[in-house]
């Protein structure tokens, strides 16, 4: 997925600011982006997420960024993600800033073979702390969970980093799907919660939701 630095390209041929259709086919809409190092896996997750595929071979870093949609359902209301896919190359990073403050949720990505893409997480919450809006959504995902064999991030540094920021935390895998959809559907209902609580509906914790819900890598090598 490319695109020119500096220009939104149009994910799925549709503007993104492009008024509601008379029906329109969900209830309410969220922004997400996904942040982190370049080759943590991004464009991957997106991927997985929309169409069920991996996109394996020659990694080509995203330029600028770029949106893909995709409605998913969460207690009976439809939810339209429009999901930003942003490049990680510093070189990019004052493009990608402009798109922070219309975010309502953050799904920042680590690799957890890569120990300089978790070592930079505290700069990307930095980051967001100081372009997102105060009330954004952030989820923290350690990616590429399939490559046990090449892990040099433990899952439990992983939780104590998000645990000391309080946020959700999980580990995925863009590869064989671990939690990709969990991620967005977390997201989902922590939007429909906001816009609106029903009287005798129950308040909505996402990080208890991601805890009871997510799966772990069935082979763990500890380092
Ligand atoms: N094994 C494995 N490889 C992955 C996974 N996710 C991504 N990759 C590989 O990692 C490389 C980088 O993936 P991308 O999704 O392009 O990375 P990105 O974060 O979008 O990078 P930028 O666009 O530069 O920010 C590619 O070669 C992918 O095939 C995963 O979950 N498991
Ligand atoms: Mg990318």
Redesign the pocket.
């Given at each position: 997925m490319t695109g020119t630095p500096g220009a939104a390209t149009t994910g799925d041929g549709e503007a993104p600011e492009r008024s509601p259709p008379c029906s329109p086919n969900y209830d309410l809409t969220g922004k997400v982006m996904l942040l982190?190092?370049?080759?943590?896996?991004?464009?991957?997750?997106l991927i997985q997420f929309k169409d069920g595929a991996f996109?394996?071979?020659?990694?080509?870093?995203?330029v600028g960024i770029d949106f893909r949609n995709k409605v998913v359902t969460v207690d009976g209301a439809r939810v339209k993600l429009q999901i930003w896919?942003?490049?990680?190359?510093e070189r990019f990073r004052s493009v990608t800033h402009a798109y922070y403050r219309d975010a309502q949720a953050l799904l920042l990505?680590y690799d957890i073979t890569n120990k300089s893409s978790f070592d930079n997480i505290r700069a990307w919450l930095t980051e967001i702390h100081e372009y997102a809006q105060r009330d954004v959504v952030v989820m923290l995902l350690g990616?590429?969970?399939?490559?046990s064999s090449e892990r040099v991030i433990r899952s439990e540094d992983g939780e104590t980093l998000a645990r000391e920021y309080g946020v959700p935390f999980m580990e995925?895998?863009?590869?064989t799907g671990m939690n990709v959809e969990l991620a967005f559907l977390a997201i989902a209902k922590e939007l429909k919660y906001r816009a609106g609580r029903q009287p005798d509906e129950p308040s909505f914790q996402i990080r208890d939701y991601v805890e009871s819900q997510k799966k772990r890598p069935s082979c763990c090598s500890f380092v």
């Open positions: 982190g190092d370049s080759g943590v896996g991004k464009t991957c997750f996109l394996s071979g020659t990694f080509i870093a995203t896919d942003t490049a990680g190359q990505l990616n590429k969970a399939d490559v995925t895998s863009a590869k």
